[in-house]
């Protein structure tokens, strides 16, 4: 009964965990680039239970438990959203499978600059002239800032960018071979770890158009809904083993 109560309850935690994630792709499905969460579930090593000391003075096996499942990985779904166009000089999209990024430099306490990466390509020009994202941060290039005249200028399909028909920067964009391994920082940016790698961009920079999040609010809301009811389900099973329990306690041991 006491072992119900713990499944129950993990069950519980691992739904409401799941639901913050929905939660959260919900609220990102206009942000740009935007990658959805995903919840993977995994059950807990089933425990051999055994009853110490019996009687005979042996222990006595009575058998596998397990305390049901628990969120084990939160997954990111790295295929690229949709592309819509806005004919704006400054927004940028990459078309590829989704493994590309903008390279991103921003100012660290200390003055140095660190390299993040992001599918928002809806930049601006700072008062500097530098090309820049929303936040302030600069648009990485092969070799630094990227220092612009105005927003006239074109840009090539593997992010070279002209002005008045001469070259003045290119766009820094790399892909990675193993995008599961990047962590969300906020902002809408990621990461990379030990064990990411990186490659030469593979793919195609479209000038005038900004991706879109990859959230499927359909699908979202019918994930919140099956969660909602998973978590009930385990809440009355609780209340009832619960229940259950202040009787065994309180009128079972009273009887004489």
Not at 34 to 42: M, S, T
Not at 245 to 251: G, I, P, R, S, Y
């Amino acid at each position: 009964m006491i072992r119900g109560l713990y499944t129950s309850g993990w069950s519980m935690m691992a739904n409401a965990r799941k639901m913050d994630v929905i939660t959260n792709n919900l609220a990102n499905a206009n942000t740009n680039g935007y990658k959805k969460d995903g919840v993977v579930f995994e059950s807990f090593p089933e425990a051999l239970t055994q009853r110490i000391k019996d009687t005979n003075g042996n222990n006595v096996t009575i058998g596998e438990m397990s305390l049901g499942s628990d969120v084990g990985e939160i997954h990111t779904y790295n295929n690229p959203g949709q592309a819509v166009k806005t004919d704006r000089n400054l927004d940028f999209s990459i078309n590829d499978n989704g493994n590309s990024y903008f390279a991103i430099g921003v100012t660290q306490p200390n003055g140095d600059i660190q390299e993040y990466y992001t599918r928002d390509g809806a930049f601006s020009i700072d008062a500097l002239g530098r090309l820049v994202n929303k936040d302030g941060n600069i648009v990485m290039g092969q070799n630094g800032a990227i220092t612009l005249k105005g927003d006239n200028f074109s840009i090539s399909s593997d992010g070279k960018i002209f002005q008045n028909e001469n070259q003045v920067g290119a766009i820094k964009i790399v892909t990675f071979t193993n995008p599961e391994t990047l962590r969300k920082v906020g902002n809408n940016t990621v990461n990379t770890t030990g064990q990411t790698v990186q490659v030469p961009f593979i793919g195609e920079v479209m000038q005038g158009y900004i991706e879109q999040s990859n959230v499927n609010v359909v699908k979202e809301m019918v994930d919140m809904i099956s969660v909602t009811r998973a978590y009930e389900a385990s809440q009355k099973a609780l209340q009832a083993q619960d229940g259950t329990l202040e009787k065994a306690v309180n009128e079972i041991g009273s009887l004489r």
